[in-house]
């Protein structure tokens, strides 16, 4: 079975480099710009890993993460989030809200490639 990792971004060069990026290692990403396509996703099938982008269209993502983890197949999802912005808050929020990791855009491809092998071999 192949791992499936959920990537929630607005922003179709990130969505773009963390699919390029993370193909080496022989996941499916499934990239959406936005919460409400992020919820059908999870609906749909369960997700090994996400992403998710503080800045959406149509929510917040710390409200997203949320919502994710309250649908039964992710109450156990681990979910990174990740920003471009600057506030010494954001870190502190997303662990609040259930988040197992923080990045800050732009990050490093080698950084995303550990992140998700360490997740994906327990």
């Known amino acids: 079975m192949t791992a499936k990792i959920l990537v ?7 969505r773009r480099l963390v699919t390029f990026t993370l193909k080496a290692l022989q996941v499916e990403v499934e990239a959406v710009e936005n919460g409400e396509l992020a919820l059908q996703a999870a609906a749909k099938e369960p997700f090994l890993l996400a992403f998710v982008d503080i800045n959406l269209p149509d929510v ?3 409200a997203l993460v949320r919502q994710l983890h309250a649908m039964p197949n992710m109450a156990n999802l681990p979910i990174f989030m990740f920003t471009a912005r600057n506030n010494a808050d954001d870190h ?13 855009k732009p990050f490093s491809t080698q950084e995303l490639r550990g992140l998700v092998t360490k997740y994906l071999n327990g």
Not at 8 to 14: G, K, N, P, Q, S
Not at 92 to 104: D, I, N, P, S
């Open 92 to 104: 502190a929020h997303a662990l609040e809200v259930g988040a197992v990791g923080f990045l800050y």
């Open 60 to 62: 917040e993502g710390f």
């Open 8 to 14: 929630v971004d607005d922003e179709a060069v990130t």
